[in-house]
């Protein structure tokens, strides 16, 4: 256990009895959300922070369940005592979203009034529907106000979609490596994840729970091709090269380079540890998401609701949410007249890097959580 | 029928009877290669061009078989009168290479020795045994030394392995879109799409035809990612954007967007007419390649043995084989002090802009080719 972490932790259980609406047209009677909290609210509770989480993300963001843990939570970089979100500053909630597969009610839960696992019939939810439920736990919470949304990539969506839904509940929102929607590439790439899990003959249309299998393979080659885009062509090179596994080739279409041996380890591990339709429902969320479409497509009109002020980064290796599609969503904002700061961080690593605590990434995000903090009268 | 094109073309089927020992240390015994010729070979036979495919070309580069083909040969946009491999001035030889499955032999083939089907059992083939097997139909056509030997992508690996192995066979080579070498991100997607054919249960380890079935959804999705890498993000954007199929969401895993129409419709046509254990050998002499290995990763030392003049071309968006790529090659090019003329295109259209006669493209390929005439007496 890393001296500088938030220590041990425990996920709690929210049940949820009021029916939510969502954007499909489908109702959920009832669901649970699970989630973990690190640091102390405040009395005002002025000191608030979401966490926001991505494709692959769930609710563990920081710290450790138990002692012998090999890891820390997937945002342990930037959540704890001196990290950019300072735990020491800021009381922090991070959940696994609807239709996750680490413990809120999606795909995987029993459904009420069948008595069977969700499967397929689990409700395609967006981005706007995990606002709405992430709002329902600050109530039970007891939050009025987040100090800040946060969230890199699909979870950036998720901060940029709170300050528009709910701009008197934000006073900032913190869009780190993410775009105001998705670019033809990128959701072809979806759809090829999507079509890899669906054509594994283990799929049984969604309903594999029953079969007592999974689409593992599918889930598998999904993962792999997510994979190489959230790395830099750069980076991968750096790690692996052409590195081969023997001395020589073998010829055949086994493991002849180092970069095949990990891409097949990442791809099996995930395909163990991960739900397929969850995966399927995360990246149809990421689709929809265009706070636009409302606007004829003008993402300022879109804007002009918010009341909170922005930090918006992207790094410069990144070229599944390039810089460029950063920029995009801060002109919109300056236009609409919104306090932002823009941040390109120069950093090798791809898509990743918002993972990854590089020293100008870190400096750029403690300085913005700092005025956040000194905003707050914390 | 364009009226510029080389009008019909009949393909020509050559066996060949002396062993060819490959660079997997395996040897086939005896192979047919199919291929066809544009223009006329001249008296001194100093006019000929060789034409090598790409990942899924074949020998049907230029012209067409019938009167109503809907299109011409994959190359016939520069390859005809007039067009910068012109056939006034040229004699073309294209072929369908060694492991292919459009006439030359291949995996689809019946093995002389079975009588089956050789399946998995093709040995795998290198770019540098391709050229040996060129050079033994150049030998067959009387062409002592190639005018030209001209390819994109996979097919200027070929042009450029032609000028180390055969250096006082061909005085220019024309290397398009390509690359020395893979990157890891390169070799990363051709395993995600062998891995996508090689886990259909109709793969059955290579021997489909046994069943009477083919890995058709493998392929499909093998095609699907490599599409992706051909076009730019750019391009994909104009094209489709997030253009969706019907007015309102439908909220589900069927098609919304036009773009996962199109990858859909383009894998699904690929996986009827191309061999899938083909795909798995093209993907893996993509891998292969790298004529710096034997040098100790020294490209300037590969290329001392060189005597032709290269052109060199890449393009702006490409971002399979980007224009770094292509630089790092005539870099290595002129530190050896070979003759090298290298040419960036701005062109939108990513990978496959090799394919696609921009203006400018147009022109400094002509220009190279007539240079190439001029030297050549013709």
């Known amino acids: 256990m890393l001296a500088d972490s938030v220590g041990l932790v425990e996920p709690k259980l929210q049940h949820f009895d009021q029916a939510l609406k969502l954007d499909c047209g489908k109702t959920l009677s009832q669901y649970d959300l699970i989630y973990e909290t690190y640091g102390e609210l405040n009395e005002s509770r002025s000191n608030a922070v979401l966490i926001c989480h991505a494709l692959s993300g769930d609710h563990h963001a920081a710290g450790y369940h138990q002692e012998d843990d090999p890891k820390p939570g997937w945002w342990d970089s930037c959540i704890g005592p001196g990290k950019p979100i300072d735990t020491n500053v800021f009381f922090v909630v991070c959940l696994n979203n609807l239709g996750g597969c680490k413990g809120s009610t999606g795909p995987t839960t029993l459904c009420p009034e069948t008595g069977e696992r969700y499967g397929p019939d689990f409700p395609i939810v967006t981005v706007r529907d995990w606002v709405e439920s992430q709002a329902r736990l600050a109530d039970v919470l007891g939050i009025d106000v987040w100090a800040a949304v946060v969230g890199g990539s699909l979870g950036g969506m998720q901060a940029l979609r709170w300050s528009l839904d709910y701009p008197e509940r934000v006073k900032h929102a913190v869009v780190i490596a993410s775009t105001p929607k998705l670019t033809a590439q990128n959701i072809a790439f979806n759809e090829i ?157 791809g898509h990743d890097a918002f993972l990854i605590p590089t020293p100008r990434y870190t400096a750029a995000f403690s300085a913005y959580m700092q005025r956040v903090a000194k905003e707050q009268g914390l």
Chains 1, 2 share one sequence.
């Open 193 to 349: 994840a999507r079509k890899a899990i669906t054509s594994d003959p283990s799929f049984h249309d969604g309903r594999y729970y029953l079969n007592d299998t999974v689409p593992a393979k599918g889930l598998m080659l999904a993962r792999m091709i997510g994979h190489i885009t959230y790395l830099s062509d750069e980076a991968m090179g750096e790690k692996f090269g052409r590195v081969t596994k023997s001395e020589n080739f073998n010829f055949d279409y086994g493991v002849e380079f180092e970069v095949e041996s990990y891409l097949n380890y990442q791809g099996k591990r995930f395909s163990k540890t991960f739900d397929a339709n969850t995966y399927l429902l995360m990246t149809r969320a990421l689709d929809y998401f265009d706070p636009a479409q409302d606007f004829d497509g003008d993402l300022v009109k879109a804007l002009e609701v918010s009341q909170c002020s922005y930090f918006v980064a992207s790094f410069s290796s990144d070229w599944r949410f390039s810089p460029e599609r950063s920029q995009v969503l801060v002109d919109a904002m300056i236009k609409a007249n919104k306090p932002v700061s823009y941040c390109e961080i120069d950093a090798p690593h």
